[in-house]
């Protein structure tokens, strides 16, 4: 439905309110920066709306910068391959399907910031994936007696002749936008952006699913199949419709990774409840992690039970302390901080050694270079890397290191404060247990309106739209909220809707917990016998990375209406895209000094 609506609409930029969607066309900017050191344009805080042109605002180099631009491009390369292979009949390659989600992962924003890690380990790989899938291929054809496709180009046939980084650099330099834009031409480039980054977003969810066991043949094969549209360089990764035909597929396939995510959770935590979580720290020693991987929590927690350290959330870990399997850990005490923009200032800090298990990591403060490890894809020069083997993680060296740091000590480090709590856990199922009395209370008007407030967080002072937008809906209200987006207003007290019982603000976890939301709005639909857009429900996305292109995705792909969008609309996205998205589904941005501007469109129905 949506997708086709999308597929044939050719309409003027415009927007029913009036206001004109801000497109930030990047290609007239690139021409601008002719000799610029990099061009990233990825994540929603890139230099002046436009792209990043000397170093990342994340603080990416241009060597990082062109190192990830040369290992999506052999990605591409790679799953030229692995397309090709699967037709031929080749057996699945489990090795190079988890590699392909891992390695795109490193590239998303805030990730990996280590060049070595780039030159020596993912480009590499990428290369000898690739070559392997490739002779797999051809002999399977040669098997079958038939002659094996041959495409040759610098993508499909990148040939690795050094693994000298400036050679490398200068290799990833020649295959970044900067290279293609001129090309392609704005439109078409940005399209072939929107697709590049959702699937960065869709490898991270991937990538946390696998890690708990859930994997899925069809996802890798949507994944490899449109890296390889883009890879091939043909008539097809040209053309505006079929781009914008496999960016709704991207989304579609998001939408099956968030349900194997969540459904990999659930099986080995248990479903999330409401649950206090106490954010004043306790006396005693302790470590800090931070990500989003509930599988490396879980190893941690049992590797610290007994040890007489407390383990403390951070950010988008906030949500284990709902899953039954986890909170029954009782060292693991309460959350710590805020949003992943506040690190620099809240890690150095935490008296206990930081545990980064997934983005979002910035440049660490000498203060604490040395108490801060990575693990997974995310990686820092000079920072210590705990990697994985067999499924297994040892946590010793930071358990060590915490026994010898101070802890929080009463009087020294620790406010004499009252303690403070938020509640988290409702996930889908605690939501729809008390589904019955949701819809009576819509029934009745005690409930006239769901607003879904939730997201990335991010620097910029035009983010206190959420929290403006949050604190100004009516108390007759529900919102629902997720990512680190909510840490704007999630340690506000907003009671309960009157006559009802029901809390106003539902934590329903991190930012891949949107299909949570997806399924509490399907499932309302359906008990009024009607569709997500007829529902008296609204939603203001706040986005920053690439796991939030792959959501919003998602949400384009089931045809939902009407989503604001912001602080700030995506580089990557031309006119004619923005044309579409805002005539025949709405997305508008954000109209971040005007609140009270999209409250009345969102309570008028609009």
Same mark, same amino acid.
């Given at each position: 439905?949506?997708?086709?609506?999308?597929?044939?609409?050719?309409?003027?930029?415009?927007?029913?309110?009036?206001?004109?969607?801000?497109?930030?066309?990047?290609?007239?900017?690139?021409?601008?920066?002719?000799?610029?050191?990099?061009?990233?344009?990825?994540?929603?805080?890139?230099?002046?709306?436009?792209?990043?042109?000397?170093?990342?605002?994340?603080?990416?180099?241009?060597?990082?910068?062109?190192?990830?631009?040369?290992?999506?491009?052999?990605?591409?390369?790679?799953?030229?391959?692995?397309?090709?292979?699967?037709?031929?009949?080749?057996?699945?390659?489990?090795?190079?399907?988890?590699?392909?989600?891992?390695?795109?992962?490193?590239?998303?924003?805030?990730?990996?910031?280590?060049?070595?890690?780039?030159?020596?380990?993912?480009?590499?790989?990428?290369?000898?994936?690739?070559?392997?899938?490739?002779?797999?291929?051809?002999?399977?054809?040669?098997?079958?007696?038939?002659?094996?496709?041959?495409?040759?180009?610098?993508?499909?046939?990148?040939?690795?002749?050094?693994?000298?980084?400036?050679?490398?650099?200068?290799?990833?330099?020649?295959?970044?936008?900067?290279?293609?834009?001129?090309?392609?031409?704005?439109?078409?480039?940005?399209?072939?952006?929107?697709?590049?980054?959702?699937?960065?977003?869709?490898?991270?969810?991937?990538?946390?699913?696998?890690?708990?066991?859930?994997?899925?043949?069809?996802?890798?094969?949507?994944?490899?199949?449109?890296?390889?549209?883009?890879?091939?360089?043909?008539?097809?990764?040209?053309?505006?419709?079929?781009?914008?035909?496999?960016?709704?597929?991207?989304?579609?396939?998001?939408?099956?990774?968030?349900?194997?995510?969540?459904?990999?959770?659930?099986?080995?935590?248990?479903?999330?409840?409401?649950?206090?979580?106490?954010?004043?720290?306790?006396?005693?020693?302790?470590?800090?992690?931070?990500?989003?991987?509930?599988?490396?929590?879980?190893?941690?927690?049992?590797?610290?039970?007994?040890?007489?350290?407390?383990?403390?959330?951070?950010?988008?870990?906030?949500?284990?302390?709902?899953?039954?399997?986890?909170?029954?850990?009782?060292?693991?005490?309460?959350?710590?901080?805020?949003?992943?923009?506040?690190?620099?200032?809240?890690?150095?800090?935490?008296?206990?050694?930081?545990?980064?298990?997934?983005?979002?990591?910035?440049?660490?403060?000498?203060?604490?270079?040395?108490?801060?490890?990575?693990?997974?894809?995310?990686?820092?020069?000079?920072?210590?890397?705990?990697?994985?083997?067999?499924?297994?993680?040892?946590?010793?060296?930071?358990?060590?290191?915490?026994?010898?740091?101070?802890?929080?000590?009463?009087?020294?480090?620790?406010?004499?404060?009252?303690?403070?709590?938020?509640?988290?856990?409702?996930?889908?199922?605690?939501?729809?247990?008390?589904?019955?009395?949701?819809?009576?209370?819509?029934?009745?008007?005690?409930?006239?309106?769901?607003?879904?407030?939730?997201?990335?967080?991010?620097?910029?002072?035009?983010?206190?739209?959420?929290?403006?937008?949050?604190?100004?809906?009516?108390?007759?209200?529900?919102?629902?909220?997720?990512?680190?987006?909510?840490?704007?207003?999630?340690?506000?007290?907003?009671?309960?809707?009157?006559?009802?019982?029901?809390?106003?603000?539902?934590?329903?976890?991190?930012?891949?917990?949107?299909?949570? !939301? +997806?399924? *509490?709005?399907?499932? =309302?639909?359906?008990?009024?016998?009607? &569709? /997500?857009?007829?529902? @008296?429900?609204?939603? #203001?996305?706040?986005?920053?990375?690439?796991? !939030? +292109?792959? *959501?919003?995705?998602? =949400?384009?792909?089931?045809?939902?209406? &009407? /989503?604001?969008?912001? @602080?700030?609309?995506? #580089?990557?996205?031309?006119?004619?895209?923005?044309?579409?998205?805002?005539?025949?589904?709405?997305?508008?941005?954000?109209?971040?000094?005007?609140?009270?501007?999209?409250?009345?469109?969102?309570?008028?129905?609009?």
């Amino acid at each position: 439905m949506a997708f086709r609506s999308l597929m044939l609409a050719r309409q003027p930029l415009a927007l029913a309110a009036g206001r004109t969607l801000a497109v930030r066309p990047f290609a007239a900017a690139a021409r601008a920066q002719a000799t610029a050191d990099m061009f990233c344009m990825q994540c929603e805080q890139t230099d002046k709306g436009k792209g990043c042109t000397v170093v990342g605002v994340c603080g990416k180099t241009p060597e990082v910068a062109a190192l990830q631009d040369l290992l999506v491009d052999n990605l591409k390369g790679l799953s030229f391959w692995a397309t090709k292979a699967r037709q031929a009949g080749v057996p699945e390659n489990a090795e190079a399907n988890k590699f392909t989600i891992d390695a795109l992962f490193s590239t998303l924003t805030n990730v990996n910031f280590d060049a070595d890690r780039f030159s020596n380990e993912f480009i590499p790989q990428a290369v000898k994936h690739r070559d392997n899938l490739r002779e797999k291929y051809v002999a399977a054809c040669k098997a079958a007696g038939k002659k094996p496709e041959e495409l040759v180009n610098e993508t499909t046939q990148f040939k690795l002749d050094s693994n000298d980084k400036n050679w490398l650099v200068e290799q990833g330099q020649a295959r970044g936008v900067l290279a293609r834009r001129d090309v392609e031409g704005e439109e078409i480039a940005g399209l072939q952006e929107l697709i590049t980054y959702g699937l960065k977003g869709v490898a991270a969810y991937a990538s946390h699913a696998a890690a708990l066991g859930k994997e899925s043949t069809n996802v890798y094969s949507n994944v490899h199949a449109a890296l390889a549209l883009l890879g091939e360089h043909g008539k097809d990764s040209k053309n505006f419709d079929t781009l914008l035909g496999t960016a709704l597929k991207v989304g579609a396939t998001n939408l099956e990774v968030l349900a194997m995510l969540d459904a990999g959770h659930g099986a080995k935590f248990g479903d999330p409840t409401p649950t206090k979580v106490l954010t004043t720290p306790v006396p005693g020693k302790c470590i800090l992690i931070s990500g989003h991987d509930m599988h490396d929590l879980h190893q941690l927690l049992q590797q610290t039970e007994g040890t007489g350290i407390n383990v403390y959330t951070h950010g988008e870990m906030l949500p284990a302390h709902g899953y039954p399997t986890l909170k029954k850990f009782k060292h693991l005490v309460g959350n710590y901080g805020g949003a992943w923009q506040l690190q620099k200032f809240e890690f150095a800090k935490f008296p206990g050694p930081i545990v980064m298990t997934t983005n979002c990591i910035v440049e660490p403060r000498k203060s604490y270079k040395d108490n801060i490890y990575t693990l997974n894809a995310v990686g820092w020069p000079g920072v210590a890397h705990i990697p994985e083997t067999a499924g297994k993680r040892d946590f010793s060296k930071v358990i060590a290191q915490a026994k010898t740091m101070e802890g929080f000590v009463p009087g020294k480090n620790m406010k004499e404060t009252e303690p403070h709590t938020v509640t988290v856990g409702f996930g889908h199922k605690a939501v729809l247990g008390v589904a019955d009395k949701v819809i009576e209370a819509v029934k009745k008007g005690d409930i006239t309106r769901f607003f879904v407030i939730g997201g990335c967080d991010g620097s910029e002072g035009e983010r206190n739209y959420y929290k403006e937008l949050a604190t100004s809906t009516p108390d007759s209200s529900v919102i629902l909220t997720l990512g680190c987006g909510k840490y704007r207003f999630n340690k506000l007290d907003f009671g309960t809707v009157p006559n009802t019982g029901l809390p106003r603000v539902l934590d329903m976890g991190q930012c891949n917990d949107a299909y949570g !939301a +997806v399924v *509490v709005a399907s499932e =309302l639909a359906k008990a009024f016998n009607t &569709d /997500i857009n007829s529902l @008296p429900l609204s939603f #203001a996305i706040s986005w920053f990375e690439q796991k !939030a +292109v792959a *959501v919003l995705l998602t =949400l384009l792909h089931l045809g939902v209406k &009407d /989503i604001v969008l912001g @602080p700030n609309m995506p #580089a990557f996205v031309g006119p004619k895209l923005g044309g579409i998205l805002s005539t025949q589904l709405g997305l508008r941005p954000a109209d971040v000094y005007g609140v009270q501007n999209d409250l009345k469109r969102f309570v008028g129905g609009k």
